[in-house]
């Protein structure tokens, strides 16, 4: 009896998640500064790095056996030291990662059971349902992650264009490009505040 391949559409889908993440809801406010122009180009240049750091990692794994991992290919190129730094840096910021979803998405499950039941139900509740929840998904099989993570997607873009399709119509040029702005108003000292938490969030 042959395996079943994995799907290319569940796939897509988990690397969709991963790069549109919680993150992406700090965007609009940490490129106000910059308004509508500067937005793009930070935008553009957070674009173009993960996709040279993609194609990097693509270019390094060619030279690799399959089933090499990340650890592997730092310690050979970079040596152990810098392998250790990788390490805990890589472990730092995915301990920070599951503490954010686990706080945020614990928080929004108790208040979706709380308005469900009427009643209050604490946060360590909501927080423990939406912790064994995901981690059953990710237990029972990947194939459960790529369907749950389609599932998401597929409400993130709808919300998406829900939520600025309603927008499209109140649109005003000049103060979409900030004609009226004062001379010497400086927009691209902000540029500092934006980039990293763009970096952080699509990264």
């Given at each position: 009896?042959?395996?079943?391949?994995?799907?290319?559409?569940?796939?897509?889908?988990?690397?969709?998640?991963?790069?549109?993440?919680?993150?992406?809801?700090?965007?609009?406010?940490?490129?106000?500064?910059?308004?509508?122009?500067?937005?793009?180009?930070?935008?553009?240049?957070?674009?173009?790095?993960?996709?040279?750091?993609?194609?990097?990692?693509?270019?390094?794994?060619?030279?690799?056996?399959?089933?090499?991992?990340?650890?592997?290919?730092?310690?050979?190129?970079?040596?152990?030291?810098?392998?250790?730094?990788?390490?805990?840096?890589?472990?730092?910021?995915?301990?920070?990662?599951?503490?954010?979803?686990?706080?945020?998405?614990?928080?929004?499950?108790?208040?979706?059971?709380?308005?469900?039941?009427?009643?209050?139900?604490?946060?360590?509740?909501?927080?423990?349902?939406?912790?064994?929840?995901?981690?059953?998904?990710?237990?029972?099989?990947?194939?459960?992650?790529?369907?749950?993570?389609?599932?998401?997607?597929?409400?993130?873009?709808?919300?998406?264009?829900?939520?600025?399709?309603?927008?499209?119509?109140?649109?005003?040029?000049?103060?979409l490009l900030d004609s009226a702005a004062p001379e010497g108003t400086q927009y691209w000292i902000y540029v500092a505040a934006a980039l990293p938490v763009c970096l952080a969030s699509f990264g």
């Amino acid at each position: 009896m042959s395996e079943k391949s994995p799907s290319l559409f569940g796939g897509a889908m988990i690397i969709a998640g991963t790069v549109v993440g919680a993150g992406m809801f700090a965007n609009p406010t940490a490129t106000s500064g910059v308004w509508f122009a500067g937005s793009l180009a930070v935008l553009f240049y957070t674009w173009f790095s993960m996709l040279s750091g993609g194609l990097m990692l693509l270019e390094v794994n060619t030279h690799y056996p399959h089933g090499a991992s990340f650890d592997t290919m730092v310690k050979d190129l970079l040596g152990q030291g810098w392998n250790v730094v990788n390490g805990l840096s890589v472990a730092f910021v995915l301990y920070l990662l599951t503490y954010a979803y686990i706080f945020v998405g614990g928080d929004l499950t108790a208040q979706g059971l709380g308005n469900l039941t009427g009643s209050a139900v604490p946060l360590a509740a909501g927080q423990l349902l939406f912790f064994v929840v995901l981690a059953l998904c990710v237990w029972v099989s990947s194939h459960w992650v790529g369907r749950l993570t389609s599932v998401l997607i597929g409400g993130m873009v709808v919300a998406f264009f829900w939520a600025t399709g309603g927008l499209l119509g109140s649109v005003k040029m000049p103060v979409l490009l900030d004609s009226a702005a004062p001379e010497g108003t400086q927009y691209w000292i902000y540029v500092a505040a934006a980039l990293p938490v763009c970096l952080a969030s699509f990264g």
